[in-house]
């Protein structure tokens, strides 16, 4: 666990908190987008590493800079903690509009409802300081209703489950044909179908992307393997295509 500054410039920074989760949970990336004297936190997590992050998140920035809880979408190893994040903060949090009615269900205190809004399906643009962040559609990527961010200054796209590896012991992939053994039975099993890939990676060739950074694993660091990602995904089957002929009666004759 810890942070990492990938881009500070002209007040303009991202710090990845990286590999947060202990036991037989899945290790969590947070990440801090922080421009001028306002701040958001992607995907913050669970109430296991809560404590944890709050405190890297309260020494790295002012914790009143933080305006925004971003969620791309309702797994509880991002939103789970929700709750605590709202009371400790005066942030708003932004998810999807189908999991708006949901979210509750992790225990969110009635009086803190009113800071929860949803996304509209088609993204939003959100301004951060002096700057002006994307979110973007990704949705079945894996949860029906999910989202990206991306950051026009530093490039960076911050793609959630999307890119997601699971094992790595290195924070940035230098050998991308040697990273696929970490993200392929992931994909395969998580992302519902080649369609959605497809429309993924023909929306975000149309990005200038620097790196690409997922919620687990390993981030892409450079252009070339953003790009390898971009095309593997692409043309990788998903678990409707994997898993089709699985759809049987259990204990019936053949």
């Excluded at 913050?44 to 969620?71: R, W």
């Excluded at 530093?154 to 997601?164: Q, R």
């Excluded at 089709?244 to 019936?252: C, Q, S, T």
């Amino acid at each position: 666990m810890g942070s990492t500054s990938l881009y500070n410039k002209d007040g303009h920074a991202f710090i990845l908190l990286e590999g947060f989760g202990q036991g037989e949970m899945v290790p969590t990336n947070q990440v801090v987008i922080h421009d001028g004297n306002e701040a958001i936190l992607l995907d913050p997590g669970g109430h296991k590493v809560h404590y944890e992050v709050i405190n890297e998140v309260s020494a790295l920035i002012p914790i009143n800079d933080l305006k925004y809880l971003f969620f791309s979408h309702q797994d509880p190893d991002i939103i789970a903690a929700a709750n605590a994040w709202l009371m400790l903060t005066e942030a708003d949090a932004l998810i999807s509009k189908l999991w708006v009615r949901f979210i509750p269900h992790f225990g969110i205190d009635e009086l803190l409802i009113p800071r929860l809004h949803g996304i509209p399906d088609e993204g939003m643009r959100l301004k951060l300081g002096n700057t002006e962040l994307i979110i973007l559609p990704a949705h079945f990527l894996h949860s029906a209703g999910n989202f990206q961010v991306y950051d026009p200054l530093s490039k960076t796209l911050f793609s959630g489950d999307l890119g997601a590896s699971i094992g790595p012991d290195y924070v940035e992939v230098t050998d991308f044909d040697a990273h696929i053994a970490y993200m392929e039975g992931f994909h395969l099993r998580y992302m519902p179908t080649n369609q959605a890939n497809q429309c993924w990676a023909e929306m975000v060739r149309g990005l200038e992307i620097e790196r690409i950074v997922p919620q687990h694993g390993a981030i892409f660091p450079d252009p070339e393997t953003s790009r390898r990602f971009i095309d593997w995904i692409a043309q990788l089957p998903g678990a409707v295509e994997v898993m089709k002929d699985g759809y049987k009666i259990p204990g019936a004759d053949t």
